[in-house]
C-alpha cells in the first residue's frame, strides 16, 4: 500500500538550515507512475492546527501556502521529495508532514488521501 516516510527531522540552531526528506513507495502498484500524484509538506507546531506549507506536482509546479524561506522539489526518479528550510526560527518548531493525493494540489488536510508519521523539528539554542 502507498507508504510516505519523512526523515531529517531534528534539533536546529535559530538561522540554521535543514533539509527534509519525504519518500513514497507503493504508489506505483496501481499502474500509474509517481507523478500523477501531488505531493505536499504540512507542519502542525504545538497547540495550533496543521498547516499546509507548499505542494508540488509531477511535473515540478510549485504552489506555496506559506513559509517563504522554504522550498519545496521533488526527484520522481528517486521517489523523494524535499523541504529545503533556511533561516530557521524558534516559531518553526513543530511535527513536519508529507502528504500526497491525486493530481491536484490543496492547502486543505483532509484532501490529502496519504500521510507519513511526521518528522520533529525544533529549533531552539
Known amino acids: 500500500q502507498p507508504q510516505l516516510v519523512e526523515s531529517g527531522g531534528g534539533l536546529v540552531q535559530p538561522g540554521g538550515s535543514l533539509r527534509l526528506s519525504c519518500t513514497a513507495s507503493?504508489?506505483?502498484?496501481?499502474?500509474?507512475?509517481?507523478?500523477?500524484?501531488?505531493m505536499a509538506w504540512f507542519r502542525q507546531a504545538p497547540g495550533k492546527e496543521r498547516e499546509a506549507l507548499s505542494c508540488?506536482?509531477?511535473?515540478?509546479i510549485v504552489t506555496n501556502y506559506a513559509e517563504g524561506r522554504f522550498t519545496i522539489s521533488r526527484d520522481n526518479a528517486k521517489n523523494t521529495m524535499y523541504l529545503q528550510m533556511n533561516s530557521l526560527k524558534p516559531g518553526d518548531t513543530a511535527v513536519y508532514y508529507c502528504?500526497?493525493?491525486?493530481?491536484?494540489?490543496?492547502?486543505?488536510?483532509?484532501?490529502?488521501?496519504?500521510w507519513g508519521k511526521g518528522t520533529l523539528v525544533t529549533v531552539s539554542s
Open positions: 502528504a500526497a493525493r491525486w493530481l491536484t494540489c490543496s492547502h486543505n488536510v483532509n484532501d490529502m488521501n496519504y
Open positions: 507503493g504508489f506505483t502498484a496501481s499502474g500509474f507512475t509517481l507523478g500523477v500524484y501531488v
Open positions: 508540488i506536482t509531477g511535473g515540478n
